[in-house]
């Protein structure tokens, strides 16, 4: 089992930067963040596989940067030139059957409550 408990959602301007935190307990291989906005479906922005290897959505490549502590057990998404369309409640995902970082939710069986992440212009 793995459970996470993501934190560092807020309210922010358009241009700020947050990041986020995902404190993991229990072994896992692939590690992503998504991210849902009420009426669109559930978006794999970033995930990091158990070698470092890492994927980005186009949609944040270049502003976010996923990375991760191993010696806390702690995944972080440092987010940069936030946009009012990131605006969503953000996810931590995590599986122990796959080491490549996937953005499908399919490959991921656990799952944080989420941290709301509003960006206003």
């Known amino acids: 089992q793995v459970q996470l408990v993501e934190s560092g959602g807020d309210s922010v301007q358009a241009g700020e930067s947050l990041r986020l935190s995902c404190a993991a307990s229990?072994?896992?291989?692939?590690m992503a963040w998504f991210r849902r906005d009420p009426g669109k479906e559930r978006e794999g922005i970033a995930g990091?596989?158990?070698?470092?290897?890492?994927t980005y959505a186009d949609s944040v490549k270049g502003r976010f940067t996923i990375s991760k502590d191993y010696a806390k057990n702690t995944l972080y998404l440092q987010m940069d030139s936030l946009k009012p369309e990131d605006t969503a409640m953000y996810f931590c995902?995590?599986?122990?059957?796959?080491?490549?970082?996937?953005?499908?939710?399919?490959?991921?069986?656990?799952w944080g409550q989420g941290t709301q992440v509003t960006v206003s212009s």
């Open positions: 229990g072994r896992a291989y692939a």
């Open positions: 990091i596989g158990d070698d470092g290897r890492t």
């Open positions: 995902a995590a599986n122990r059957r796959t080491t490549y970082p996937y953005l499908e939710s399919e490959f991921y069986n656990y």
